[in-house]
């Protein structure tokens, strides 16, 4: 069983559209992450929830608005998609905060055009 | 920061040669550093961490040493096998609070068979 989740893998759209990347772990974890790594595989931490409540929010354009249903869901949405959001983007998990190793999904491919 | 003009470092090895990866951290308060590996295509996979109360921790071939002193920690892989090839990624995280973990630029090890 996939402890990690995300999908779609790959996602290709044009710019102003709307799209949303859904994570979910089995490992009953109580925190979620959402990381950004750029083409020079430069990981960027976006957001990050503790027990469904958000803990981190790092500078990230307001257009990317995560939502955590529950402890095991970390979905992410992002409006009036550009160009520069191209990247490959990963959820991850930890059973603690901080100090918890992280189990990272297999990444979601997003391609703007 | 972000990698913004910065070129993925490589690292070349013969297999079965020793390879060593070298990683600076920025702050001197993290007291929790970990070790992860991405292969193409897939999600960073932890291998190993260290506290800072260690100065090296040894695991199934691989070997953390840590330097507190000049903020410097190391990945050493014994007996490099082309499996190893990847990008490796150290991480800094600090206990106590919601601290995140900052990971860094990431190391490409190329394994020559």
């Known amino acids: 069983d996939t402890a990690v989740s995300q999908t779609p893998k790959y996602l290709v759209t044009q710019m102003g559209n709307d799209k949303s990347i859904k994570c979910e772990q089995n490992l009953g974890h109580d925190t979620m992450y959402w990381y950004k790594q750029d083409s020079k595989k430069f990981l960027k931490i976006m957001f990050s929830y503790n027990n469904k409540e958000l803990i981190i929010n790092e500078t990230v354009p307001n257009r990317f608005s995560p939502k955590s249903p529950d402890k095991a869901h970390l979905n992410l949405h992002i409006n009036s998609l550009e160009l520069g959001d191209s990247a490959v983007y990963f959820c991850?998990?930890?059973?603690?905060w901080g100090y918890g190793t992280q189990y990272f999904g297999p990444g979601t491919r997003l391609l703007v055009l | 920061g972000e990698s913004v003009g910065l070129h993925l470092p490589t690292l070349s090895v013969q297999e079965g040669d020793n390879s060593i990866i070298n990683c600076a951290y920025s702050n001197s308060a993290s007291d929790y550093f970990i070790w992860y590996k991405q292969e193409s295509g897939k999600g960073p996979q932890f291998i190993i961490d260290i506290r800072s109360n260690m100065d090296k921790r040894q695991g199934q071939r691989v070997t953390v040493l840590l330097n507190k002193t000049v903020k410097h920690l190391s990945l050493q892989i014994a007996a490099t096998q082309p499996g190893d090839s990847a990008v490796y990624f150290c991480a800094e995280g600090q206990s106590g609070g919601y601290q995140k973990v900052t990971f860094g630029i990431g190391t490409k090890l190329q394994v020559i068979p």
């Open positions: 991850a998990s930890s059973q603690e």
